[in-house]
């Protein structure tokens, strides 16, 4: 569950703090009786977090939405690859700060982690990780304040010195005279020494396999990565999903009576796949899905079967891929990111996907969605609260900023209660981030 993601120098956003918490203070009265969660709840020693199941963030074209997902997937491509030039995009508009940092916290059960990754076209300046705001290791690279530090991970095996050659050899590269970090230590902890620290492990998998980061125009692909992936796991489950995905397709609205993958052997001889697969080795069988089928009741009463990706609609295809991850989000306790969730479905959809995250029923393991959208509809229907509508909005001074509702007044400036009409306030620009175009 994130408890918050902090961006700085990245693209049109300066600083930028992403916060999911609950930020209505007090508790709704009866809010155990409530058919929608009004927050998701975590204990740690005696205190009790609260964060919100949703974040949807509007804002004006141009103003930096598409940004802050950028910069989370950026986050996680960071942990898995070793091309820090490859992902440093600084604001190049206003050039007060000559780095990039990504922080973000999160619980995994009821242990809090925070990292912390500053870097520039050359190095990795600074690393951090912290479990319940104790240091497990920190790492810092500026010339006159070089720190290296492990409190958490040092044993008898891996003493401060074992693991800052560690460091040197497996995360560094030479230039010239000087040994840069090139590679996240969290990420090479975590892969390379998995018995080193459970802590890290357990961690490092949270931040990494537990956040899914999706563009709208890509879930139609993706989710063909998945079908890969999950049957090769556990058919059990993957059946399990598609038996439900069928329910909830008809539950829709839309005219399927079911749905189902279809398994292809296909006889390879080189070594270069495509995105519905991955080859084994040369010359053997490269297993795939490449095929969904649907199947509908025609007006004679017998089923014909379509090829979901040739003979639906894109708002089914969109749909189908979107419930597949919302299914396995609700079901394991992930996050869901989603630019342009609205693309190509209507607002009672993506109104009831909403609800999904927000229903006792449904979400049992802390799971969240956080999108962006242009939709206001969503905004009149009672579903959404204060802490849970954040917009964003930009300048050159300040860069791409987000504002939830709960940090704005009304004219008697009193805090915008959860009773407002909240889609007539942002028409009346009460929030900002609306454009004013003319022809």
Known sequence: ?????????????????????????????????????????????????????????????????????????????????????????????????????????????????????????????????????????????????????????????????????????????????????????????????????????????????????????????????????????????????????????????IDILKVKPVKEHIPVSGTQGNYFGQYRSEKILYRRYDRIKTFHKAINGREEVFDMFHDESNGTNVLFSLLDVVLLALDLGLTIVVDELDKSLHPFIVAEIIKMFKSKEYNKKNAQLIFTTHCADILDMDILRVSEVGFVSKNIKEGSKIRRISDFEDESGSKIRNTADFRKLYFNGAFGCIPFPYI
Not at 100 to 108: D, G, K, P, S, Y
Not at 147 to 155: A, E, G, M, T, V
Not at 209 to 214: K, V
Not at 225 to 230: A, E, I, S
Request: glycine content about 4%; overall charge positive.
């Open 1 to 253: 569950m994130l408890s918050y993601f902090r961006i700085q120098n990245y693209r049109s956003i300066l600083d930028m703090k992403v916060d999911f918490s609950y930020a209505e203070g007090k508790a709704p009265n009866n809010y155990n009786e409530l058919s929608k969660m009004p927050f998701l709840k975590v204990s740690t020693k005696g205190k009790k977090n609260r964060f919100v199941p949703c974040l949807v963030i509007y804002g004006a074209n141009a103003s930096g939405k598409t940004n802050i997902f950028k910069a989370m997937s950026n986050y996680v491509w960071l942990l898995n690859e070793s091309g820090i030039s490859y992902s440093y995009f600084p604001n190049l508009l206003n050039r007060q700060y000559c780095s990039t940092a990504f922080e973000l916290e999160l619980f995994v059960g009821k242990d809090k982690y925070r990292h912390l990754i500053e870097y520039d076209g050359r190095e990795i300046i600074k690393e951090e990780l912290f479990k319940n705001d104790s240091s497990v290791y920190r790492i810092d690279n500026t010339p006159d304040k070089l720190h290296r530090s492990f409190n958490q991970l040092k044993n008898e095996q891996y003493d401060e010195e074992k693991l800052k050659s560690v460091l040197d050899i497996e995360c560094c590269e030479k230039e010239g005279e000087k040994y840069l970090q090139k590679r996240v230590f969290f990420s090479v902890i975590a892969k390379n020494y998995p018995g080193l620290s459970g802590d890290v492990t357990t961690a490092f998998n949270r931040y990494n396999n537990n956040i899914f980061i999706y563009s709208s125009n890509d879930m139609t692909k993706e989710v063909l990565k998945k079908y890969n992936d999950l049957i090769e796991a556990n058919s059990k489950i993957e059946s399990e999903i598609i038996d439900r995905l069928s329910s909830l397709i008809r539950n829709f609205d």
